[in-house]
């Protein structure tokens, strides 16, 4: 599919992001993921199956924020 690890993913702060948060079975619609410049996944670790959207949120947000 082409995503990256949000991980390894940056940021170019002069320019406006938007983060979309695709439905956990299915992800995006295609309509909305046809949109994107890049895609990227949260790495889950341990025992952990799945994650909340407001705690999914906060690692894109931490990643983005901190290269301000």
Known sequence: DGAESIESASWDSNRH??????EEQNGLSSDI????????????????RSLNVGY?????RDTATASL
């Open 33 to 48: 993921a046809k949109l994107c410049d890049k895609m990227y996944y949260i790495n889950q670790y341990g025992s952990v």
């Open 17 to 22: 992001v938007v983060f979309c948060f695709g």
């Open 56 to 60: 999914a949120q906060r690692s894109p």
